[in-house]
């Protein structure tokens, strides 16, 4: 009896941290079903994303003051450089890329686009630090690649107008947040990982609302209260509760262990894309998905790299 009751907290801290890994995959999914619902409201995916940077801004300025107080230590110009150029590349460019994407191409579509951001991660380390590329890993990545392939033709054969255009954004969208991975490692191993995100986010929300104020006029937020109601759900659901989310799931389950349970992300999309926007469900969305997150867990299992949060 003792021992049970000495392995319970265990127990419930692995289960806890599970559950967390789980919340935050489907809640980070999620943010495609927003938009697209978002967009039956005519409204433009710049308008959209200023809303959402909006509503998450005033936490990201929370936990950069929170992180600042416990790490006093200035920025270099260096830091600070990074930081503007990486939040401009890796959130707000992969936004808007992602944002436009998703007005052309299904939101089962765009999340296993999303999901291949470590192979392209890997394929950037290899040309910028002369990093090879072994066997198993290029086989995963061929598998990944032929699973985007299947759910490509598929939903051509749906005659989606516009679709060879969304991929193409939602791609640049994915290689940019690599490059940003890429980047970012320097910098956050001396700014801290807390730190060195939030700033980047509150970059990248300046820059989506000085883009919104520059390209449209104020008659721009004359949106329906379901808008408004759908960018703040993104904001707290698929933006600010999954980053609390994953870093309490890592401290309890540890990195790996959260990456492997986010693999669920391109099925919950696929399933809440059938649930909400009555996208198919069909055994090739289901057959690419699975070659996808096939290669992206080979990869992620045969990866050196080790995030500490």
């Given at each position: 009896m003792g021992i049970q009751s000495k392995n319970f907290?265990?127990?419930?801290?692995?289960?806890?941290?599970?559950?967390?890994?789980?919340?935050?995959?489907?809640?980070?999914?999620?943010?495609?079903?927003?938009?697209?619902?978002?967009?039956?409201?005519?409204?433009?995916?710049?308008?959209?994303?200023?809303?959402?940077?909006?509503?998450?801004?005033?936490?990201?300025?929370?936990?950069?003051?929170?992180?600042?107080?416990?790490?006093?230590?200035?920025?270099?110009?260096?830091?600070?450089?990074m930081v503007l150029g990486l939040g401009l590349i890796g959130y707000y460019l992969s936004s808007f890329l992602d944002f436009c994407g998703l007005q052309y191409i299904s939101a089962g579509l765009e999340r296993l686009i999303l999901f291949l951001y470590p192979t392209m991660t890997v394929i950037l380390s290899a040309l910028i630090y002369k990093q090879s590329i072994g066997k198993k890993i290029i086989s995963a990545m061929v598998l990944s690649y032929f699973g985007i392939v299947l759910v490509f033709f598929h939903d051509v054969e749906m005659k989606q107008s516009g679709i060879l255009l969304g991929t193409a954004l939602v791609f640049a969208s994915t290689l940019s947040y690599s490059v940003y991975l890429v980047g970012a490692g320097h910098s956050i191993a001396r700014i801290g990982v807390a730190r060195f995100t939030a700033y980047s986010m509150v970059v990248a929300s300046l820059a989506s609302l000085l883009q919104l104020a520059v390209t449209h006029p104020w008659s721009a937020f004359n949106l329906s209260a379901k808008v408004y109601e759908l960018a703040l759900s993104m904001a707290i659901f698929s933006t600010i509760l999954p980053v609390f989310l994953v870093g309490y799931a890592i401290r309890c389950i540890g990195a790996g262990r959260a990456s492997l349970i986010g693999t669920i992300g391109p099925v919950s999309t696929i399933y809440m894309a059938y649930l909400f926007l009555g996208e198919s469900m069909t055994f090739m969305r289901i057959a690419g998905s699975l070659f996808v997150m096939a290669g992206v867990l080979i990869i992620s299992l045969n990866s050196n790299k080790r995030v500490d949060y």
């Open positions: 907290p265990v127990n419930r801290e692995v289960f806890i941290g599970v559950i967390f890994a789980l919340l935050a995959a489907v809640g980070s999914s999620g943010k495609a079903i927003f938009i697209k619902l978002a967009y039956q409201d005519n409204v433009d995916a710049i308008t959209l994303l200023a809303l959402r940077m909006a509503f998450s801004v005033p936490f990201f300025i929370g936990v950069a003051i929170w992180a600042k107080r416990r790490n006093a230590a200035p920025l270099s110009r260096h830091d600070r450089l």
